[in-house]
């Protein structure tokens, strides 16, 4: 057997040391033996902005004990923390663990960075592994760059924005672009894009929906045309680490009195990491339905907002149901208000009829107390506009006082611009309760010429016969015509009469 020398067994322990470095093999405790095994670098060679993933595999070798709990993995670069992965998970013995770190570097050159595991053993040993990587980043290679990135943490449904950037000194034409991963879906994945201004960028939403949590992928292609007619193709790839779905919803209300009317105010916020579709409102009192409401899909971090006025509402107790979908499920929340009607006495227009007077109209109609309470210094008058200018005898009429649940008579005259006038706009203006109010209604005209419904909030449409204040429900009636008409009539009756009378007496 040879002699060694001293020297050479000083080399072997050196040597046995360097190699444990390499690997990372760092021994926790006499039970566990946590070591980095390996850390790759995808793509080996990347590009100034382009994403950058060390794949790093931790192994908790056979010869351990004992399982170890990973508590955090991190990506450094000297003392400053590029990516960090919270609770990846446990590793039992013989067992191993794949981590994505990715980031991305804003200039060219080598760069030294180092992995970190920070973990304790089932017998409750802490240990921290370092492991060293360099990575070699060149200058862009095209003057038309893609990055990808969503607007809030990623979840299982997100939004992802995909930015083409040209910064070439020349405008592309003929742009394609997909978005496409392994474990995600993309709605409407290929877009296209006539053309690009040199030194402009372009900002495409995706939304989409990644198969569940984790490290998921995403790559965004481009192909367009440079100015010689050529065809160039530019890839990007991120991987986004996707949360859990978490659905939470709030649904708040408050009764809101303003110009002598309530109503209910309604808002839905999303405070989840997923959107809410197919929203629907319903307000229930005593077990029934009194009003429903569609709502427009809440956003992530989004709130709509919706009222439900007076007239669909009761006395009382109302609850407010938000159903909506999310993550392929059902979901609910509620809110209860104590709602109570508008007690002030409040004016409203009701049994208008629309009376032709020469080249304008009259208005006639009664002032109803829609209120529990008297109402004083009553005002009706008709808005000017550019189809309908106020008239004498009545531009405006004086109510005056209406007790509640009183109606009185007004009448008012205006002329109308040409035959397209389907509505005159009347000011509603009173005192109830010491409170002024004011606003002002659509009086719409009827399509026979003889009624017209007062609209507005709260307004009722007027009642009686249809076609209104015409002879037997016919309409507008022209009295002189008919009575011209008639004396014709009699006129040449009475001449057929004298000439059959006098042919009789000269037969004889």
């Given amino acids: 057997m040879p002699d060694r020398s001293p020297y050479s067994a000083l080399l072997l322990v050196v040597v046995l040391a360097t190699s444990a470095a390499t690997l990372g093999i760092g021994v926790a405790t006499a039970d566990s033996q946590v070591a980095i095994q390996s850390a790759t670098v995808d793509p080996g060679s990347p590009n100034v902005g382009e994403d950058v993933t060390i794949r790093t595999t931790i192994r908790n070798f056979e010869s351990a004990t004992t399982a170890a709990q990973i508590n955090q993995v991190s ?28 980031t991305t570097f804003n200039s060219p050159g080598r760069k030294q960075l180092s992995v970190h595991v920070y973990g304790v053993s089932a017998d409750g040993g802490v240990f921290n592994i370092e ?15 893609l990055s990808l990135e969503t607007p809030t943490d990623p979840s299982t ?8 950037a040209n910064g070439a000194t020349t405008n592309i034409s003929t742009l394609q672009l997909a978005l496409s991963g392994p474990n995600a879906t993309a709605e409407e994945p290929s877009r296209v894009i006539a053309s690009l201004p040199a030194g402009r960028e372009r900002v495409m939403e995706y939304d989409v929906t990644f198969d569940g949590a ?30 859990p779905p978490r659905v939470d919803a709030e649904l708040d209300a408050e009764v809101v009195r303003e110009n002598g009317t309530a109503r209910i105010d309604a808002s839905l916020t999303n405070f989840g990491n997923v959107p809410m579709e197919e929203v629907r409102l319903r307000a229930v009192a005593d077990d029934e339905t009194v009003a429903r409401k569609l709502v427009d899909d809440v956003g992530i971090e ?38 109570a009607p508008t007690t002030d006495g409040r004016i409203a227009l009701t049994g208008i009829e629309v009376i032709p007077a020469g080249n304008s109209i009259r208005l006639a109609g009664s002032a109803s107390n ?3 309470t008297a109402v004083t210094g009553a005002v009706v008058s008709v808005v000017g506009s550019d189809r309908v200018t106020p008239v004498s005898p009545a531009k405006d009429y004086f109510v005056g006082n209406v007790p509640a649940g009183e109606f009185t008579s007004f009448e008012l005259t205006a002329r109308l611009q040409g035959n397209r006038t389907d509505a005159v706009p009347v000011r509603i203006s009173y005192i109830a309760d010491g409170q002024q109010y004011s606003r002002v209604v659509e009086v719409t005209l009827a399509d026979a010429g003889g009624t017209a419904a007062g609209s507005g909030a709260g307004d009722q449409e007027s009642e009686g016969p249809p076609g209104g204040g015409g002879f037997l429900g016919i309409g507008r009636i022209d009295v002189v015509g008919i009575l011209l008409r008639l004396a014709a009539v009699v006129a040449v009756g009475a001449g057929v009469v004298y000439w059959w009378s006098r042919r009789r007496g000269d037969e004889r």
Wanted: hydrophobic share 25%; aromatic share 4%; glycine share 10%.
């Fill in 75 to 102: 990506l450094r670069r000297g003392t400053r923390t590029l990516t960090t992965t919270k609770d990846p998970g446990t590793i039992g013995t013989g067992g191993s663990i794949e981590l994505p770190l990715t």
């Fill in 131 to 145: 492991y060293p990587v360099a990575v070699t980043v060149n200058e862009r290679d095209s003057d038309v760059q």
């Fill in 157 to 164: 449904e997100s939004r992802v924005n995909v930015t083409i």
């Fill in 214 to 243: 984790g490290s998921r992928p995403l790559t965004a292609t481009l192909e367009y045309r440079d100015p010689d007619g050529n065809r160039e193709t530019v890839t990007e790839t991120r991987t986004f680490v996707v949360d």
């Fill in 302 to 339: 989004s709130t709509r907002n919706l009222s439900i006025g007076e007239s669909s509402l009761p006395a009382g107790e109302v609850t407010l149901h938000a159903v909506y979908e999310a993550v392929g499920d059902t979901h609910e929340t509620t809110t209860t208000v104590d709602f």
């Fill in 370 to 372: 829609t209120g529990e």
